[in-house]
């Protein structure tokens, strides 16, 4: 959430949009070509409505076996979610990889030719599948992520912001 000329503005994607239109008059960011417009908007709203529900998922089922699920449970809450994950969540999130791996070998970035807020966003959710062993098998994104991550922009952001932390 963000406070902007006492403007509340919440969800990550509403405040890249907010941010872009109100403060990238250069262009740094923001996509003038109608199609990769459109494509950003997509990656945008794709990042938190299709990719991050399952990763919340996993990261949950995944914590099953732990604290603060009650010692007595945590074999059985363990046992659970490793077969949760195994049947339902790495069957659902095959074809999202597949998807992203398959755009990233062909494409610099997730729209247009050059890094836009469609990259910004689905920086955290690869963040998310790479620390839970997502990415082995995607060399593309595995590039696309180290080359988000070694931006000078990137490096301010943490200085100013902190460390990201994802439970689990």
């Known amino acids: 959430m963000i406070t902007d000329e006492n403007r509340v503005i919440a969800e990550s994607g509403a ?97 247009g030719k050059r890094f836009s807020i469609a990259d910004i966003q689905m920086s955290f959710p690869l963040m998310a599948l790479s620390q839970r062993g997502g990415l082995a098998d995607m060399p593309a994104t595995r590039q696309w992520l180290e080359t988000v991550q070694q931006r000078a922009a990137w490096h301010r952001a943490i200085e100013q912001g902190g460390d990201i932390s994802l439970l689990g």
């Open 15 to 111: 405040i890249l949009e907010y941010l872009e239109n109100k403060y990238d008059a250069e262009y740094r960011l923001k996509l003038a070509d109608e199609q990769e417009v459109l494509q950003a908007r997509y990656w945008l709203h794709y990042a938190e409505g299709s990719l991050m529900p399952l990763l919340v998922m996993k990261l949950i089922f995944g914590r099953l076996g732990q604290a603060p699920v009650p010692w007595l449970l945590r074999p059985v809450g363990g046992a659970l979610g490793k077969g949760v994950q195994k049947a339902f969540l790495d069957k659902q999130l095959k074809p999202h990889r597949e998807m992203i791996e398959q755009h990233l070998a062909t494409h610099l970035c997730f729209a």
